[in-house]
C-alpha cells in the first residue's frame, strides 16, 4: 500500500451516499468557486495549485461532510461537519492564509476512532477518486492482476488459500476452497463468477462504501479470482436501493473496458473477462446465493435446493462461483503484499481484517475496519466510543438480523468467525447493533423478526408461516397479552425452523429470539407474568406515570412531551395527563433519572 | 450403481437419483407434499427431509441425489417432529372446511395430517378468508386453501410451457395468482388441477357433484382426438363424474387437456336418446333396437349389394370397425367408406418426438388439434433445447419454445414450405440454415397435417430428402388410424359424395358419422334425403341421425369395450365403465348381420382374434399398447397439389384447430359449449379496427360459392389480412368443402 | 334342615309369600298400558332423525357425504351439485327410515353438527315408499321438535312432565 501523497494541495471531499446526503456536492462547487476567487486553480505554485476531489466514504459518517485538505508533504488536515457556508472561511484562513481553522478541525476523539482500526480493505477508500480509473492506477490499482496473470491460476488459488481468506459475507468458507471447486468443476463454455454486492441487513453498509469509495479494488479482485477460477463472464448483483454505487460501477467497468482491462485478452494475456452489473429489486433474500442466481436468470429471487452447489451448476446451470465484494476487495491486497503478511495479520484461523458497520447506542457510528481478533470490547469502547449518556451497555447484535445477541459477559470475546459462533452470534456480514440498558430485548427480538418475516420469499414452510407464527407469538408478548409456555413455544419452533428451512435465512431467523431467550429469558418472563417491560420499551406495557421518588423535578420531560400530556411548574412534580399521553416514549427517553414507569 | 442404505435396508440405484428414489426402491416411504416426479425438484415443504447418518444438517429427500455409502434414516424423533411442526404450520390459516372441499378424501394435506399425527395445533389458528375466484369457466380458485407448494406454477411453466400463473409476493402474502390479476390467459387444459394437493384449483365440472371415495375408477383410453391418453373415469351408479389424469400413466404420462378432462360430461348428457327411431314418410316413432335392425334388414333385402354403402365414423372401436367392413362383405358390396383414407399411415412416436433434436411442424396448431402431441413437441423444444421451426399462418403456441416461427398468408406460407423443402432437398435459398439443421440432427421429426394434401406432399418429399427424418402425421380422430386399418380407408371419400348424389347408393348404413358437418360431405343434405334406407347410430340426435330413416342410439366410448389406435399407431384397450342402457355399435351391427344372415361375434376377444387373423398388420399385435408397424409413411407417393387459395377478395380464410373440440362430437358437451358453442370468426385486432368491428359482432362474410355470418372474436395472433373459422360446424363444413383455402370479403 | 312344627302347623311360609304378593298390590305398576298410555323416553332415546336450519331456513347440512359413508345400513342417498355462482348445493337427500337402524353414527360423524337422531319413533305408514324421507321432511322434524309439534301423543306427554332421567 502506496501511503498518499500528492504534488499539490488536494481537497478530498467525502461523496459517499451519506456525504452527498449531507451536502458534499454544495461543498464541492464552493471550493470549486472559492478556488476560482483566490485564483488558486492550476496555480504554478504548488503549495497554491488546489484541487477538489470527490471520494468515498471515510468511515464516521456521522460527522459529514469530511473534507480532508492534503498540501505536498504536509500530510493531511481533516475538517468536520463542513456545509458549503463554511468552505469560504476555509479555503481564505487554511489554503490562502495557511492557518488551520481550528475550531472546525477534526479534534483528538476524531482520531480515536481510527486508533485501533487497521484500514487496509479501506485504505484507499476516501483518497482515491472513485470515478477515476487514472487515480486508483497512480496508487498501484491493478498492479495485483498484472502479478496475477504471470502466475499460473493454481498458483494464485495457493496464494489464496496460503492467506487464509475466508469469505467474508457471513459464512466464512475458506474463499481458496471455493475456488477450487468451481475450478475443478467441468463445463463445455462457460463458467461465471458472481459478486455479491446485495446487502440488505439493516444497519449494514460496508459493502455500498467499498463500492462507492473504491469500485475498481472490487473490479480487480474480480479479474483475479475470474482469473484464477476460469472464468469469462462476471456479474456483480447490486441492490437498486444503491444508486450511487450503481453509477459508479457502471462508470467503472466502462472505464476498465476502454482501457482495456476488462474484455478480451486482459493485459496481453489470452485471459478475457466480460463483466456486466445486474441490479437487484429489493429483496433481502436475494443476498443468498441460489436465490441471487435466480434472480440474475431473470426467475422470482428464490432459493433453490442444495446440491446441486453453485461451484457445480449455477447461473444458466453452469459452474458459478459467489463472493461478498469485501472477498473481492481483499484480493489485491493479497496479491500484492503476499499471502505471508496477509496471514501475518488476525488469529490462528480467522485472518486479515473485516469491516463493521458499527450503530446503535455507540458514540461514534460508522464503518471500521479492524483486525480479526480484537475483542468486542475493544470493538465498542475504544473504537465506537462507548455507550453515549453515561449509560450501561447491556448488549451488541452481532451479524443484523441472522446473528445473535452478544451480553456484558461476552465483552472478551475475540471477534473472528469460531468464536462468535461458539457464543452464539455470528460474524454475518458485518452489522454491528450496540444496546444499552434503555433497549427492551423482546422488542430487539421482535424488530429483526419483523424484518425476516418480511423478507421471506415464501418458498419453504417453516420459514414462510413459522417466522410469522414466531413474531405473532413476539407480538402478543410485547402487548400484554403473554401465555404461560410461549417462551418454551417460541423454542421449540425456532429450534424446527433453523433445522429445517431451506436457505440461510430461515436457519437464521430464530436466532435473535433464540439468543435474546438464552441471556434474557428474565425479560420475556417479566413480560408475559408481570405485564411489565423492564426497559421500559414496549409502550403498552408502560404504565407512563411518574416516579416521585425518582423524579429531580427537572421539567425535561415536560419539554420533550410533543403533544403536552405532562403538566410541571418549578419545584414541582411532574404529572402526565393520561387522557392526552399518546404513549409516544419521548418522555422516557428524554428523563434522565429513569423516573417515568 | 451405487450403494445406498434407507433405515439399514441397502439398496442400489442409479447415480443422479435422489434420496426419495432410493427410499421408492428399498420400499420406504416418505411423506412428500412439493414433490411431483415429472416436475423438477424444488424443495419447499421440507415435509421430505430425513437425516444422513454422521451429518448434522437435515436434507431434503426429493432434492438431494444420493453419494455412494450414504445412509439415510427416515424416521426418528427430530424427524418426526419438524414435519409435524410444518404441518401445524400449514394448519394456521389453512381453512378447515374438509367436509365441503373439493378435494376432501384425496388431499395431499389431510393424508399428512394424519401421517404425522397432528391433532392438536399448537398456534392461535387464522383461517384466509378470501372470496373464490371463478373467472375461469373450468377451473375454480381458492387461495384460501392453498399451500404454496408451486406445483401448478411449475407445471404450467415446465411442461404446458404457458406461464400462466406465478408465486405473486413474498413472505406470508405469498400466493399463487396471474401477472396484474389478470383473467387466466391460458389453454384450460387444468394441469394445474391434476397437480393440485389440497382444494385451491378445483375442476369446476365435477365440483360439488360427489365425493372421492363415493367413485370406481375405470382405466380406459380417451376417445376425443387421436392422441390416445390413458385415462381413468371416474363413476358412481353408471354416472360418469369426472375424467381424471392417471398420473405417470400412459403415453400421456398422465397429462389431458381441456376436452378430456372438462368435455366428458356429454356422456352423462340428457339429450342422450335412449330408444331407437325409424321415419316413414316423415314421420319418426320410436321402436326398440330390434325393431329398427329389422326395418333396416328388410330394406337392405330389397336393394342391391353394390347400391349399399357402409360408413364409418373414425370414433368406433377397431372392432366395432371390423365388424362393419365384416357386414359390408355379408351385404357383398365394396362401399365402405370413411372421413379418412389410407394414404398415410403413422410413423413416429411420442417418444420419438420427445428425443428429437430437431423439429419441423408444418402448417398444423399441433398444441390444439393434438395437445399431447403438442406437448412432446414442447418438452423436445424446452428439455432438450431441439430447434424447432413451426410453420403456421397465424402465431401458434409454440411461439415461445420455437426456435423460428415462420407465419404468413396461406399462399406465402405455402411458398415458404416449398422453400423448405427445396432447400432440404439442396436448393441454396433463405431457409438453408434451417434445413442444414435438420439435415445434420441425429433423430429429426416433422409434424404435419395428414389431411392437407399440398403439406403430405412436402412432408413425403423431406423424407426422401432425409431418410432419418421422422414423420408424424397427426391425424385427428380417436380411431383414425384403426378403421383405416379394418379397410374403411381404401375408398376416397369423395366417391361417397359422388355416389349418393348421382343415385348409384340408395342405402346407406352410417355407425357413428355424422356425415352433414363434413367437409365434402356437407352438402348431402338433400341427396341423403332421397336415399331408400339411411341408418344412422349415434349417441346423439346429430344432425345426420335427424335425416335418417332408422336411428339408432349408441353407446360413448366410456360404454363400451375394445380397442383404439391412436396417432403413432399404437393399439390401446378401451374399458367399459358404465352402462346408460344403450346397446354399442357392435352389437347393433352383429344383430344387422344376423338378420342378413350372417353370424358375427359380438364378444371382443372373439372379435380380437378375427382381427388378428384376417388383418395383416395387426397380427400378433399386444392389444394393450402395442404399436402397429406399418411398412411406410405413404402408400403410393403422393401428387403435388395446389395449396394457392381458391377464389378472390381481400381477405385469406383458413381451418383452424380448437383445443375445446374435436369434431362435432365433444358439442354435446355443456361445459366447452358454454365456452366455445358456435363458431367464431378470428380476426387480426388491426383489420377489425379497420373494419371498426368489436369482438362479439357479426360479421359477413362472402366468397366465391359461399356466404355466412359469424360472430367475430379478435385475436392478435392471427395474420394481418387473414381470417380463420374452426371446421366441424353444419355451417363452417359447407365453406371448406370448397376448398381448404379460400379468399373471402368480409364486411360490417 | 329340620323342619319346625310351627311352620308347619300355621302355614307361615305361604303367608310369607302372600305378604309379598300383597305388597305388590299396592306398590306402582312398572308396566305401562300401552298403547293407552304413554311409555318414557330416554333422553339419549335414538329416533327419527331430524336436520338442524339456519335461521333464516336453510338447512345447515353441507352434503359432504360423511353420512352416507359412514351408514352401515346404507340408508343414506346424497347428491350434490355445483350452484351457479360456484356455491355447493344438495340436490338430493335422501334417507330410507325402513333400512336406517338407528344406530345413531350419522349424528356423531356430521361435522356441523346438523343431523341428529330425535325422539320420534311411530313411523306406522301405508307403504313403504313413505318411509324414505327427504330433506324436507326432515328440516320439518327439526321445527316439529323445536316446537314440540310432536306426531306422537306420548312424545307430546313427555315433552309436558319433562325429561325423565
Not at chain 1, 469509495?213 to 484464477?228: F, K, R, S
Not at chain 2, 394434401?453 to 384403426?482: F, H, M, R, T
Not at chain 2, 403413432?568 to 352389437?587: C, H, I, L, N, P
Not at chain 3, 350452484?83 to 361435522?111: M, Q
Request: negative net charge; hydrophobic residues 35%; charged residues 25%.
Amino acid at each position: 500500500m502506496k501511503e498518499y501523497s500528492t504534488d499539490h494541495v488536494e481537497v478530498h471531499v467525502c461523496m459517499g451516499t451519506a456525504g452527498v446526503a449531507t451536502g458534499g456536492m454544495e461543498v464541492m462547487e464552493a471550493l470549486n468557486e472559492e478556488f476560482a476567487k483566490h485564483g488558486l486553480l492550476n496555480a504554478e505554485s504548488k503549495e497554491r495549485n488546489c484541487e477538489a476531489k470527490q471520494t468515498g466514504c471515510r468511515g464516521l459518517c456521522a460527522r459529514d461532510v469530511l473534507i480532508d485538505v492534503y498540501a505536498p508533504n504536509k500530510g493531511s488536515v481533516t475538517y468536520e461537519h463542513v456545509t458549503a457556508e463554511m468552505v469560504p472561511t476555509i479555503v481564505q484562513e487554511h489554503l490562502v492564509d495557511g492557518n488551520i481553522v481550528e475550531k472546525w478541525a477534526a479534534k483528538k476523539d476524531y482520531f480515536q476512532f481510527y486508533d485501533k482500526q487497521k484500514r487496509y480493505v479501506l485504505h484507499d477508500c476516501g483518497k482515491v477518486d472513485p470515478e477515476s480509473l487514472e487515480d486508483y492506477v497512480r496508487l498501484g490499482g491493478y498492479d495485483a492482476i498484472k502479478k496475477a496473470i504471470t502466475m499460473k491460476p493454481e498458483e494464485v488459488i495457493e496464494e489464496v488459500k496460503k492467506s487464509g481468506l475466508r469469505g467474508r459475507g457471513g459464512g466464512g468458507f475458506p474463499t481458496g476452497l471455493k475456488w477450487t471447486f468451481c475450478r475443478n468443476s467441468p463445463t463445455d463454455d462457460h463458467k461465471y463468477l458472481i459478486c455479491n454486492a446485495d446487502e440488505g441487513d439493516p444497519g449494514a453498509f460496508m459493502d455500498r462504501s467499498i463500492i462507492e469509495g473504491n469500485p475498481h479494488a472490487v473490479i480487480e479482485g474480480m479479474l483475479i479470482a475470474g482469473y484464477a477460477i476460469g472464468c469469462d463472464e462476471g456479474y456483480i448483483y447490486c441492490r437498486a436501493e444503491y444508486p450511487l454505487a450503481i453509477e459508479r460501477v457502471i462508470k467503472a467497468i466502462k472505464d476498465a473496458e476502454d482501457a482495456g482491462y476488462l474484455g478480451k485478452g486482459v493485459f496481453g494475456s489470452d485471459f478475457n473477462f466480460k463483466l456486466k452489473l445486474k441490479e437487484g429489486a429489493g429483496a433481502f433474500v436475494c443476498g443468498e446465493e441460489t436465490a441471487l442466481i435466480a434472480s440474475i436468470e431473470g426467475e422470482r429471487g428464490m432459493p433453490r435446493p442444495r446440491p446441486p452447489f453453485p461451484a457445480v451448476k449455477g447461473l444458466w446451470q453452469k459452474p458459478s462461483n459467489v463472493n461478498n465484494v469485501e472477498t473481492f476487495a481483499n484480493l489485491p491486497l493479497i496479491l500484492l503484499e503476499g499471502s505471508e503478511w496477509y496471514a501475518g495479520i488476525g488469529t490462528e484461523k480467522s485472518k486479515g481484517t473485516k469491516i463493521f458497520a458499527i450503530s446503535g447506542k455507540v458514540k461514534s457510528t460508522g464503518l471500521v475496519e479492524v483486525p480479526m481478533g480484537i475483542t468486542v470490547r475493544e470493538l465498542i469502547f475504544d473504537v465506537g466510543g462507548g455507550i453515549p449518556k453515561k449509560r450501561k451497555f447491556k448488549a451488541v447484535q452481532l451479524g443484523g438480523p441472522s446473528g445473535g445477541c452478544l451480553t456484558p459477559d461476552h465483552l472478551e470475546t475475540p471477534i473472528d468467525y469460531d468464536s462468535l459462533i461458539a457464543a452464539g452470534a455470528m460474524m454475518g456480514s458485518g452489522g454491528v447493533v450496540v444496546m444499552d440498558e434503555t433497549n427492551c430485548m423482546v422488542n430487539v427480538a421482535q424488530f429483526f423478526l419483523t424484518f425476516t418475516q418480511r423478507e421471506s420469499c415464501g418458498k419453504c414452510i417453516p420459514c414462510r408461516i413459522g417466522t410469522k407464527t414466531m413474531l405473532n407469538i413476539l407480538d402478543r408478548i410485547t402487548t400484554g397479552g403473554g401465555r404461560e409456555g410461549d417462551i418454551e413455544l417460541l423454542q421449540k419452533v425456532g429450534e424446527d425452523i433453523k433445522t429445517s428451512s431451506l436457505c440461510g435465512l430461515g436457519q437464521t431467523a430464530p436466532n435473535p429470539v433464540l439468543t435474546t431467550i438464552k441471556y434474557f429469558r428474565d425479560e420475556y418472563e417479566a413480560h408475559i407474568y408481570d405485564k411489565k417491560c423492564p426497559s421500559r420499551e414496549c409502550a403498552e406495557l408502560v404504565e407512563f406515570v411518574v416516579i416521585n421518588e425518582r423524579c429531580k423535578k427537572c421539567g425535561l420531560c415536560k419539554k420533550a412531551c410533543p403533544v403536552d400530556a405532562i403538566y410541571w411548574e418549578k419545584k414541582e412534580f411532574a404529572i402526565i395527563d393520561q387522557e392526552k399521553c399518546v404513549k409516544c416514549r419521548e418522555c422516557i427517553v428524554n428523563c434522565p433519572f429513569n423516573a417515568i414507569d | 450403481m451405487l450403494n445406498v442404505k434407507i433405515n439399514g435396508k441397502e439398496v442400489q440405484v442409479a447415480p443422479g437419483s435422489t434420496i426419495l428414489d432410493a427410499a421408492k426402491e428399498a420400499g420406504v416411504s416418505i411423506p412428500v407434499l412439493c414433490h411431483d416426479s415429472r416436475l423438477n425438484p424444488f424443495g419447499a415443504c421440507r415435509v421430505c427431509l430425513v437425516e444422513q447418518v454422521g451429518m448434522p444438517k437435515l436434507m431434503a429427500a426429493c432434492t438431494t441425489p444420493v453419494t455412494d455409502k450414504m445412509e439415510i434414516i427416515t424416521e426418528s424423533e427430530k424427524l418426526a417432529r419438524v414435519r409435524k411442526t410444518a404441518i401445524e404450520l400449514l394448519l394456521i390459516n389453512h381453512p378447515l372446511d374438509c367436509p365441503v372441499c373439493y378435494k376432501g378424501g384425496e388431499c395431499g394435506l389431510q393424508d399428512l395430517t394424519y401421517e404425522v399425527g397432528v391433532t392438536k395445533v399448537r398456534f392461535d389458528a387464522s383461517p384466509n378468508d378470501t372470496p373464490v375466484d371463478h373467472t375461469n369457466p373450468f377451473i375454480e380458485r381458492d387461495i384460501d386453501r392453498c399451500v404454496l407448494c408451486g406445483r401448478c406454477v411449475r407445471i404450467c411453466d415446465e411442461v404446458v410451457n404457458i406461464q400462466a400463473i406465478s408465486f405473486l409476493n413474498r413472505g406470508t402474502d405469498t400466493m399463487i395468482g396471474t401477472s396484474f390479476e389478470q383473467p387466466w390467459n391460458c389453454e384450460y387444459c387444468g394441469q394445474c388441477i391434476s397437480v393440485c394437493p389440497v382444494g385451491s384449483l378445483n375442476n369446476r365440472v365435477y365440483l360439488f357433484k360427489n365425493r372421492p371415495w363415493n367413485l370406481e375408477s375405470e382405466k380406459t383410453i380417451c376417445g376425443l382426438c387421436s392422441c390416445g391418453c390413458t385415462v381413468s373415469i371416474d363413476y358412481e351408479c353408471n354416472e360418469v363424474f369426472r375424467m381424471n389424469e392417471m398420473p405417470e400413466e400412459g403415453v400421456n404420462h398422465g397429462y389431458m387437456c381441456a376436452k378430456g378432462r372438462f368435455g366428458f360430461d356429454f356422456m352423462n348428457s340428457v339429450k342422450r336418446e335412449t330408444e331407437a327411431q325409424i321415419t316413414v314418410g316423415g314421420e319418426a316413432k320410436k321402436a326398440t333396437v330390434a325393431e329398427a335392425v329389422e326395418y333396416a334388414a328388410e330394406k337392405l333385402k330389397g336393394l342391391k349389394a353394390e347400391e349399399v354403402a357402409v360408413v364409418v365414423s373414425p370414433r368406433i372401436t377397431n372392432e366395432e370397425a371390423f365388424l362393419a367392413s365384416k357386414l359390408a362383405e355379408t351385404i357383398g358390396t365394396k362401399n365402405v367408406f370413411s372421413t379418412e383414407t389410407d394414404e398415410i399411415m403413422p410413423e413416429g412416436a411420442y417418444s420419438e418426438v420427445e428425443a428429437s433434436d430437431a423439429l419441423a411442424v408444418l402448417n398444423i396448431n399441433v398444441t390444439e388439434s393434438n395437445p399431447i402431441l403438442g406437448l412432446a413437441v414442447r418438452v423436445a423444444a424446452r428439455e432438450e433445447n431441439a430447434n424447432c421451426f413451426v410453420f403456421y399462418p397465424s402465431e401458434t403456441a409454440l411461439k415461445r419454445v420455437a426456435t423460428e416461427l415462420i407465419t404468413g398468408n396461406p399462399d406465402e406460407l405455402a411458398v415458404k414450405m416449398e422453400k423448405f423443402c427445396a432447400a432440404m432437398g439442396g436448393a441454396d435459398n433463405d431457409f438453408s440454415a434451417m434445413a442444414k439443421t435438420m439435415l445434420e440432427a441425429e433423430k429429426p421429426v416433422v409434424v404435419f397435417d395428414p389431411y392437407n394434401k399440398a403439406d403430405a406432399y412436402i412432408a413425403q418429399e423431406i423424407k426422401k430428402a432425409c431418410d432419418k427424418v421422422i414423420l408424424v402425421p397427426a391425424k385427428s380422430k380417436n380411431n383414425s388410424v384403426g378403421i383405416v386399418d379394418m379397410g374403411f380407408g381404401k375408398n376416397n371419400p369423395a366417391d361417397f359424395a359422388k355416389g349418393v348424389e348421382g343415385g348409384t347408393i340408395k342405402a346407406v348404413l352410417c355407425f357413428g358419422e355424422n356425415i352433414l358437418v363434413r367437409s365434402g360431405w356437407s352438402k348431402l343434405e338433400g341427396a341423403l334425403a332421397k336415399l331408400d334406407l339411411l341408418m344412422v347410430t349415434d349417441p346423439f340426435m346429430s344432425d345426420t341421425a335427424k335425416a335418417a330413416n332408422v336411428y339408432v342410439p349408441v353407446a360413448t366410448f366410456a360404454e363400451k369395450s375394445g380397442s383404439f389406435t391412436n396417432l403413432e399407431g399404437r393399439v390401446q384397450e378401451v374399458s367399459k365403465a358404465v352402462d346408460k342402457g344403450v346397446s354399442a355399435d357392435a352389437d347393433v351391427i352383429a344383430a344387422l348381420g344376423k338378420a342378413l344372415g350372417a353370424e358375427l361375434p359380438t364378444d371382443v376377444y372373439a372379435v380380437r382374434k378375427l382381427i388378428e387373423k384376417e388383418v395383416k398388420l395387426y397380427s400378433g399385435i399386444q392389444w394393450d399398447g402395442g404399436k402397429v408397424a406399418y411398412p411406410s409413411v405413404f402408400k403410393t407417393e403422393m401428387e403435388k397439389a395446389s395449396a394457392t387459395a381458391k377464389g378472390s377478395g381481400k381477405f385469406y380464410l383458413y381451418p383452424a384447430s380448437l383445443r375445446l373440440h374435436s369434431g362435432s362430437y365433444t358439442r354435446w358437451s355443456p361445459d366447452l359449449a358454454k365456452v366455445y358453442g358456435t363458431p367464431k370468426l378470428e380476426l387480426n385486432d388491426a383489420d377489425a379496427n379497420e373494419m371498426e368491428s368489436a369482438e362479439g359482432d357479426t360479421v359477413k362474410i362472402k366468397g366465391d360459392g359461399f356466404a355466412g355470418e359469424f360472430v367475430v372474436e379478435i385475436n392478435k395472433q392471427i395474420t394481418k389480412g387473414c381470417v380463420s373459422l374452426p371446421e366441424d360446424f353444419a355451417s363452417t363444413a359447407d365453406i371448406f368443402s370448397l376448398g381448404r383455402y379460400l379468399k373471402a370479403e368480409i364486411s360490417k | 334342615m329340620r323342619k319346625n312344627i310351627f311352620e308347619t302347623i300355621f302355614f307361615t311360609e305361604i303367608l310369607k309369600g302372600l305378604s309379598i304378593t300383597l305388597g305388590h298390590m299396592f306398590t306402582k305398576p312398572v308396566t305401562y298400558k300401552y298403547p293407552f298410555e304413554a311409555t318414557p323416553i330416554q333422553d339419549r332415546f335414538r329416533g327419527v332423525q331430524y336436520i338442524k336450519t339456519h335461521a333464516d331456513g336453510s338447512t345447515k347440512c353441507v352434503g359432504c357425504y360423511l353420512c352416507q359413508k359412514v351408514c352401515p345400513s346404507e340408508c343414506i342417498h346424497i347428491e350434490t351439485d355445483c350452484g351457479p355462482n360456484g356455491e355447493r348445493l344438495i340436490r338430493k337427500y335422501e334417507l330410507d327410515l325402513s333400512r336406517c337402524i338407528y344406530c345413531g353414527y350419522c349424528e356423531e360423524v356430521c361435522p356441523v353438527d346438523a343431523i341428529h337422531m330425535g325422539w320420534e319413533w311411530n313411523l306406522v305408514d301405508n307403504t313403504r315408499d313413505n318411509y324414505v324421507v327427504n330433506m324436507r321432511v326432515l328440516s320439518q322434524n327439526y321445527k316439529d321438535n323445536l316446537e314440540g309439534n310432536w306426531k306422537n301423543k306420548h312424545l307430546k306427554k313427555k315433552l309436558e312432565e319433562g325429561v325423565q332421567q
